[in-house]
């Protein structure tokens, strides 16, 4: 199905299914525990062996020499699989670093060898008899040392009027220079998988967000047809993005297990998540505003700089800066630098959630100097079109309508005044309030599926998208049961596996919008062909509603379309230009209190708000989980989460959830969310936008407004731990 002019009514309006808050229909199997990880596949294959990586113990050198006498000699051992012995996988463009093969290291923890054996404990043990030998090479670990001369990444600027001249020129400005740490992703999955051969064909049961991305990079790495490859990963314990690429796991696996002729699982152990696998790229923001006293821009610079392997990528903080807010003259960069240090990659909401954590406390900064409400600040400077091509509107923008309603439900000081900081405490407790934007653009992307009628009555729905722990099973569900007019019990959904049709997959909050349009466009072949079935013609105007299929004053019950034989239809979504020519984006107003200790500095969240507008919300309850999971995420960002980077060794010390701290719902007693009524017609049949990423986007400036409202101490270098503000709070007495 093409689509390429805007929605207009369609079946999915009746909205009895959609748009209703829906318990999970996975949520049985997973609370009861009968749906597996990757690791826990023990099924689907016999005589599975354990595979244990030995990473490297240098960030950069080469591998002098690798003994493995004892190793192999130990007990229990299959096989060893070392990377002296294979050339460098081929990869497809995904990966800055190397997965496996080769003398060289890129960075610490590379993949090195895998020991195979007939248990865990005896791979574990045989691994730590390789003695490896290493030429070590000097390396640059610290992004603050090479900050100065980080060249300007290729076509990341975007000149538009005179920046320096306003800026000159503007009464009020604004130049300040912020920082972001090192993130881990830190899921609760670590990435895992079990290969096994038949012939020379490979299937790998894996945790990936992306099957067809994985499918393809497989099958490069081994250097077999693409055919040949058969990817399955049906539950994943979250991947917030280090999962959307192939990793070691898989090729380790699948090599391992056509060396031994039989099923290996290998699983990377919690530090290789941190220093094996990807992050989130530490980054080093400068920020200049100009205004007029009226509060309006009239010159905005943002310029970013990061460090990644050679061959990575940038991490793209100034994408928000484009177009959140209006302005004339406009300058943003992005800087990139070489750091030996492991990958950065995505991590959720690369981009715009490290460059809110700058950009939306710079207007805070801002809105003090003009003495100007925040909010008011926020809303004089929207923009319904792109500031830089004021041709191509926003689909919808609803900015303003968030800021507003989060105000009011928060209780937001109404003045036209900055809040001014340190006024109210509540015995040892300094409390503050603060506020930011969110915003996340919205990505379309081809999405196919295929839908089947049984002879019972029963639609089943395949496709290859994943469940990252989003809720994709139940929105699919009603995707499909309000197109075919059945209860949801009446649908089977079937996930994460590359003999279905290829989808958008998940990640880059793109995947719930594209993945249930592509059940949409199935769903209308399924329905031509059972309304053919059931003898309606096709000028017809037909229904499918309570099981059956009604038209001209007939009714005929839906099961009776594949009497004769089960009914199977499979399409895609493609786009035309719809994004060209309208800007697709969602909005936030995130609200936070905060407390701060008046003798240790310790923050403490009292309660958080997030007013979204999202496009339609396909399933609120799910949408809600998406966003105060986001919410949280954006706390520890804000708060504690920090890679400590050994800048003589090169690797992330903290490298294990007992040294890198997250936080939990319990850790923040309110957390509320609101969804803005709103339907965007440009984006897909469904009328749906993203939202699991919009929650991150902004919380972590809101959260520093509110610390900097309780202590008028304003810090500008993340996580806003207590010994950056102690000794600057106000006198105890």
């Known amino acids: 199905m093409k689509f ?7 079946p999915i309006d009746r909205m009895k299914l959609v748009g209703k808050a829906t318990n999970r229909i996975d949520g049985p199997v997973k609370t009861t525990g009968l749906a597996p990880y990757a690791y826990e596949r023990h099924d689907v294959a016999d005589g ?21 006498s004892q190793a192999k000699a130990a007990p229990g051992v299959v096989g060893i699989v070392s990377t002296l012995d294979h050339e460098p996988v081929p990869l497809l463009g995904f990966n ?16 090195i060898a895998l020991v195979v054996a007939d248990s865990f404990e005896q791979a574990r043990a045989a691994t730590s008899l390789i003695r490896v030998k290493y030429d070590r090479e000097d390396g640059q670990f610290d992004l603050s040392a090479i900050a100065p001369t980080a060249p300007l990444k290729e076509d990341s600027e975007v000149r538009h009027g005179d920046f320096d001249a306003a800026f000159g020129q503007a009464a009020v400005t604004l130049d300040q220079t912020y920082t972001t740490p090192d993130e881990s992703h830190a899921m609760m999955e670590c990435h895992s998988s079990i290969a096994d051969w038949s012939g020379d ?38 991947g917030f993005g280090s999962k959307l690429f192939l990793r070691s796991d898989a090729v380790l696996a699948a090599l391992a297990a056509r060396q031994v002729g039989k099923p290996v699982k290998v699983m990377l152990p919690r530090p290789f998540v941190f220093n094996n696998t990807t992050h989130r790229p530490a980054t080093i923001q400068h920020i200049k505003l100009g205004a007029g006293r009226d509060g309006r821009l009239t010159a905005i610079s943002h310029v970013s700089i990061n460090g990644n392997l050679p061959n990575g990528d940038i991490e793209t903080a100034t994408a928000q800066t484009e177009l959140l807010y209006a302005g004339e003259n406009r300058l943003t960069q992005v800087r990139l630098g070489v750091l030996n240090l492991p990958e950065g990659n995505a991590m959720r909401a690369p981009g715009e959630a490290p460059g809110l954590m700058a950009l939306e406390i710079a207007m805070d900064e801002l809105a003090e100097k003009l003495d100007m409400n925040p909010v008011d600040l926020r809303i004089v400077n929207d923009t319904q079109v792109d500031p830089v091509n004021p041709d191509r509107p926003f689909s919808q923008r609803q900015m303003i309508e968030c800021l507003q309603r ?8 109404e003045g036209k ?10 015995g040892e407790w300094l409390i503050g309030t603060g506020m930011a934007v969110g915003f996340r653009n919205h990505i379309l992307m081809k999405s196919g599926a295929r839908v089947r009628l049984s002879p019972e009555g029963r639609v089943i729905v395949e496709t290859d998208m994943t469940d990252i722990g989003t809720g994709t099973y139940t929105i699919i569900a009603q995707t499909a049961a309000e197109m075919m007019g059945v209860p949801l019990d009446a649908v089977t959904v079937r996930l994460g596996d590359s003999s279905y049709p290829a989808s958008a997959g998940s990640g880059g909050q793109w995947g719930a919008a594209n993945s249930t349009a592509g059940v949409y466009a199935a769903c209308v072949k399924l329905r031509e062909q059972a309304a053919a079935a059931a003898g309606f013609s096709a000028a017809d105007d037909v229904d499918f509603a309570d099981g059956e299929i009604r038209a001209s004053g007939r009714a005929v019950p839906l099961r009776q379309a594949a009497s004769g034989g089960e009914l199977v239809a499979e399409d895609a979504i493609e786009y035309g230009d719809l994004n060209k020519r309208f800007q697709q984006s969602t909005f936030a107003g995130h609200f936070v209190e905060m407390a701060v200790n008046a003798f240790t500095g310790e923050p403490r969240i009292r309660r958080m708000l997030a007013v979204c507008a999202a496009g339609r919300i396909l399933n609120p309850k799910a949408a809600r989980s998406q966003v105060i999971g986001a919410m949280t995420m954006g706390a520890g960002a804000a708060l504690m989460e920090e890679l400590a980077v050994d800048t003589r060794f090169g690797f992330f010390v903290n490298h294990d959830l007992a040294g890198y701290e997250v936080p939990v719902h319990a850790d923040i007693p309110h957390q509320q969310v609101i969804f803005l009524e709103e339907a965007d017609e440009t984006t897909s049949p469904m009328k749906a936008k993203g939202v699991g990423e919009l929650g991150l986007c902004g919380v972590g400036a809101a959260i520093a407004n509110a610390i900097y409202n309780a202590t008028g101490v304003r810090v500008r270098d993340y996580p806003i731990t207590l010994d950056k503000h102690l000794s600057r709070l106000p006198a105890i007495a």
């Open 4 to 10: 390429d002019q805007p929605a207009g009514t369609n």
């Open 417 to 426: 005044a900055y809040p001014r900081p340190g006024q109210r405490r509540e």
């Open 96 to 111: 800055a670093a190397n997965l496996f093969g080769g003398p060289v290291i890129q960075h610490y923890h590379q993949a």
């Open 48 to 68: 599975q062996l354990y595979g244990y990586v030995l990473g490297s113990a240098i960030a950069k050198g080469r591998i002098a020499s690798m003994d493995l």
């Open 201 to 238: 064909k490979v299937t790998i049961w894996t945790s990936n967000q992306m099957i067809q991305w994985n499918k393809r990079s497989l099958a490069a790495a081994l250097q077999v047809p693409e055919e040949n490859v058969r990817v399955d990963s049906p539950y994943l314990g979250g």
């Open 406 to 413: 989060g105000a009011a439900e928060f209780g937001w000081n």
